[in-house]
């Protein structure tokens, strides 16, 4: 599969070079240059094949001819080592656990299927690699650890200082190897300004070869739509208009989704949930795009102004407003409504979500006021512990740490403080 700039002003490349490279040379996103649906077949009989198998067929186009089928094979086994249960909460709700990995965020997926293609691509090559990546919160602490120990990369990672929960610090800054971080005084658009600008550095492109390990790249960004499938193989059966809503920052994950439905998977909707960092929100309501600085909130990890992966959706629905606006609806939530959620399905259900899995359930009670009979499954991005303040404040109940996050609890932060683009330069010509 070859890909396109969709800045469309720098050649179309092979997958192997649009996952090195990271972004284009004129700075756009990659996207497929074909999207070719997957048989009816494959939908119908979805039951008889797992979850390996799903994968493979829905990822070969994506990465053919550069990654060889039973290197694909191999990548997609190590992968998905961990399950990705649907756990239904009434008749109309659902959640799709995504927390399951080593770092216990939906990024894991990602992170290290990126890591094993580029540690394919790099096998005979005595060049490193510096991949760059910009975090709210999960994103670095899953390409920490998809990353660490892998041959010919190094990893720098840039968060925004203060706002990153406890443990997600701890998940980016503690592993040491080649994985270093850089704590940013301000905001994670900041940070992602920092890593776009790096790659269109010739001072920087011309002595290193930078990627990026942020959804942007297609390696970390196109398995995410193997969620969507999954949930559906869970679901079909008892449930036909399947609708899901997916708390959202810089819309990589509910993209993928989409990508998912143009292979042919029968999704009626899609919902993006986002906290006050509302932008999307406010387009679908005013047909004005207006990115604005992000603002703090309890779902860290979707304090994004300027989300990467909208121009993505718009190619994706033909940059027409009403197509989109036919599959993509969206909501924003204030933190105290996130709060209520928080203890409402703590109340109702017995089930303890995080707070982004929290305005997921709000973007799903939101649509089905007026879609009653769709079945609505919200996505459980991270798992509740990661934000242990905030989800034991809520429902007066201490929570047992899971293994992942109890082997990073005791370990040491060790961060460089920067303050400007030309910090980070200097640090990567060093
Ligand atoms: C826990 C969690 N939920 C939701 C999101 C938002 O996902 P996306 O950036 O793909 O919209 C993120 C970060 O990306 C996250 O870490
Ligand atoms: N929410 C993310 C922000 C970056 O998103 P990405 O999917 O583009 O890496 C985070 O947790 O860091």
Known sequence: MNYYSLNHKAP???FKDAVVKGLAPDKGLYFPERITPLPASFFENIDDLCYNEIAFEALQQFVSPDIPKDVLKTIIEETLSFDFPVVKLNDTISTLELFHGPTMAFKDVGARFMARCLGY??????????VLVATSGDTGGAVANGFLGVKGVNVVILYPS???????????????????????????????????????????????????????????WLPQLLYFMFAY????????????????????????????????LPIKHFIASNNQNNVVTNYLKTEIYNPKPSVQTI?????????????RIQEIYNNNFNNLKDNLSSYSFTDNETKVALKEIYNNYNYVADPHGAVGYLGCKAYLKSNPNAHCVFL???????????????????????????????????????????????????
Do not use: W
């Open 12 to 14: 179309n490349t092979t």
């Open 121 to 130: 691509f790099n096998q005979n090559n005595t060049n490193e690699v510096t």
């Open 162 to 220: 203060g706002k990153v929960s406890e443990i997600q610090e701890k998940q980016l800054t503690t592993l040491g190897q080649n994985i270093k971080a850089l704590e940013v005084d301000g905001v994670f658009d900041d940070c992602q300004d920092m890593v776009k600008r790096a790659f269109l550095d010739e001072e920087l492109t011309s002595i290193m070869q930078l990627t990026s390990a942020n959804s942007i790249n297609v390696a970390r």
């Open 233 to 264: 193989k869970q679901l079909h059966k008892s449930h036909k208009d399947i609708v899901f809503s997916v708390p959202s920052g810089n819309f990589g994950n509910v993209c993928a989704g989409m990508m998912a439905q143009q292979l042919g």
């Open 299 to 311: 779902s860290n990890a979707m304090d994004v102004g300027n989300p990467s992966n909208f121009i």
């Open 380 to 430: 459980e991005t991270a798992h509740p512990t990661k934000f242990l303040d905030v989800v034991e404040d809520v429902i007066t109940e201490k929570q047992p740490l899971p293994k992942q996050i109890q082997s990073v609890m005791g370990k040491e932060k060790v961060a460089t403080k920067i303050s400007s683009y030309n910090h980070l330069k200097a640090l990567l010509l060093k």
